[in-house]
């Protein structure tokens, strides 16, 4: 037995996009390997999740639906994981490179003593492997890797991959019982993110960099993204400073975004910072200071003060955007 | 209760990177130091210092896999104010993977003996998998805490912490031991002092080999068939200009409307 699956990631009972895009490389996958796809779906009241990778595509969904499983922790999560991957036979496993992600594919590996790759861009299929592209030294460098035998595990950078559409196909999962007795962590609180768009989602991100001056600079930025229905990022520098929440940073020891459009505002663009955001399909700069390396990766840039550039260029955009 | 924190050698981030026939080397003429501390280690030791300073932890011991030379990052983890250092020595196995560095980095952590908590940064600049603590954490049969912004307790048996998820925050409390990774929210790292340099320069740092540990490697499982640097970007900026600041906003949103990322 033999088949690719997608480990689908699940919160307030819906599919993540990060899951939608894997269903999608991994449909691709499966299709050149000549195998089904099965998605693999862990939660509480997942139902409608698992109708919903039907439709996006899978062949078959096994999943386990427990209300130990209503928050997700690694000890509950993984071994039943491990197990639904056996049952069904899958000898590749396909996620989103997310923290839980990250966690799942490693411990899947682990208990399969199995090859894993994180953090993919790319797949393409040669013979009856998946080789799986992947920036690496900070992104600095490309490596096409493979996992030459056995178990194939392989997670995927948010936003590398178009989401799976819409097939209409539909089926039932085989539910499997959860065995989820004697965990000994438990979560007692979750503060959700407040408003705005994760960044590692964003198809657009505007960011602030030094060149906003304090907390307030940031304002112009925030309104910008707004008006977009974009995030909001920053720089390394005005999180050190506590202008802004570490969340929102873009970066070496931040997030790696890679969006449509990445606005940069008073940022100089540190090798540190471009690490975070050099894979966004088109760069804006704005600063001061003509020479800002920034302008050496952006694809636009407009050489003024962010506080006249920046409420302009929003102005421009709400006339537009109605 | 002993702390050990996993500590890694990489390129420093301003390092100038080649590839040749999949050969990696890299310099930095800029600052003179081509490897450092990987940048997210720097929060796990830190924090395991603290955990010395303020949490009762009895000693905090820093640890590399590496070469030879890799025990400089052993000795900034000292100068910090890590109490001892073990390097393990990657003699004979110069390609190892991830599954396999975790098994030396748990039988390690294991012969250090009554460790509570042990620690990873993130993930490495190098490599970028950020999978090492979960691998550890398996091997050694230890609750995971990845991504950590916060430890809010810890006692005798138990630790309470803040993941940072995509999502917001989970609060969640574990038994010792666990293996945490953890991102730079948590702290800001110290600059070794002049006397904790000094110090750190004047230490004995034991080598162990892999036969110490008991522990062999296999064939890597996976293999970086070819690494190439990135394809060149096309065409360079072009600068927005305008009579007034308004021309120039609306010829930008003339752009991006042009490229279809709005």
């Not at chain 1, 471009?274 to 804006?284: F, L």
């Amino acid at each position: 037995m033999s088949g690719v699956g997608v480990y689908i990631e699940n919160y307030e009972g819906k599919m993540m996009t990060v899951s939608q895009e894997a269903l999608g490389a991994a449909r691709q996958t499966a299709n050149d390997l000549g195998k089904s796809l099965t998605a693999v779906v862990i939660g509480q009241n997942v139902a409608d999740v698992a109708a919903a990778a039907f439709d996006l595509g899978a062949d078959s969904v096994i999943g386990s639906d427990h209300a130990a499983l209503a928050e997700y922790r690694a000890e509950a999560f993984g071994p039943l994981l491990t197990q639904l991957v056996q049952e069904a036979g899958l000898d590749v496993l396909i996620a989103g490179a997310t923290t839980q992600g990250r966690d799942m594919t490693a411990w899947l590996a682990a208990d399969l003593n199995a090859g894993l790759i994180a953090d993919a861009t790319a797949l393409k299929v040669d013979g009856d492997r998946v080789v799986a592209t992947r920036p690496v030294y900070a992104g600095k460098l490309l490596s096409d890797t493979v996992i030459p035998e056995g178990m194939q595990i392989i997670s995927l950078r948010s936003r590398a991959f178009a989401p799976a559409e819409s097939t209409g196909g539909s089926g039932s999962a085989q539910w499997v019982d959860a065995n989820v007795g004697d965990i000994s962590t438990e979560v007692t609180g979750f503060k959700a993110k407040e408003g705005g768009v994760s960044l590692t989602d964003a198809k657009i991100i505007v960011s602030g960099g030094r060149g906003v001056g304090g907390p307030e600079g940031f304002d112009p930025v925030r309104a910008l993204a707004d008006t977009l229905g974009g995030a909001l990022g920053a720089s390394r520098a005005t999180v050190d400073a506590g202008w802004i929440p570490y969340d929102h940073q873009v970066g070496q020891t931040g997030k790696t975004v890679s969006p449509d459009l990445y606005i940069a505002c008073g940022i100089s663009g540190a090798i540190q910072h471009q690490a975070g955001m050099r894979t966004s399909k088109i760069i804006v700069a704005i600063n001061k200071d003509s020479e800002a390396p920034i302008f050496g990766l952006a694809h636009y840039g407009v050489v003024g003060d962010l506080f006249d550039v920046v409420p302009a260029v929003e102005a421009e955009f709400k006339k537009r955007l109605g | 209760m002993k702390v050990v924190v996993c500590v890694k050698q990489t390129p420093s981030t301003t390092a100038t990177i080649s590839v040749n026939d999949n050969v990696v080397t890299w310099e930095d003429t800029g600052s003179g130091k081509p490897n450092v501390v990987n940048p997210w280690d720097e929060y796990t030791i830190e924090e395991g210092i603290r955990l010395k300073e303020n949490h009762g932890a009895t000693e905090t011991i820093a640890l590399t896999f590496g070469s030879a030379d890799s025990v400089d990052v052993l000795r900034t983890g000292l100068a910090m104010g890590c109490t001892s250092a073990v390097h393990i020595s990657n003699e004979g196995a110069e390609e190892v993977d991830a599954l396999d560095t975790a098994a030396v980095l748990a039988a390690a952590i294991e012969k250090v003996e009554d460790v509570k908590v042990a620690m990873c940064g993130k993930q490495a600049i190098d490599g970028d998998s950020g999978v090492m603590p979960m691998l550890v954490a398996r091997k050694l049969g230890w609750t995971p805490l990845t991504f950590v912004a916060a430890i809010n307790e810890i006692t005798e048996d138990s630790i309470t912490v803040e993941r940072l998820l995509e999502n917001g925050r989970q609060v969640i409390t574990a038994k010792l031991p666990v293996v945490m990774s953890v991102v730079k929210e948590i702290n800001e790292p110290r600059y070794p002092s002049f006397m904790g340099i000094r110090k750190a320069n004047r230490a004995t740092v034991p080598t162990w080999s892999l036969d110490d540990l008991g522990v062999s490697v296999s064939a890597p499982r996976v293999n970086w068939q070819k690494i190439y640097s990135l394809p060149a970007r096309e065409g360079s900026v072009e600068m927005i200009d305008g009579d007034s600041m308004n021309d120039k906003a609306k010829k930008l949103v003339d752009k991006l409307f042009e490229e279809k990322v709005i």
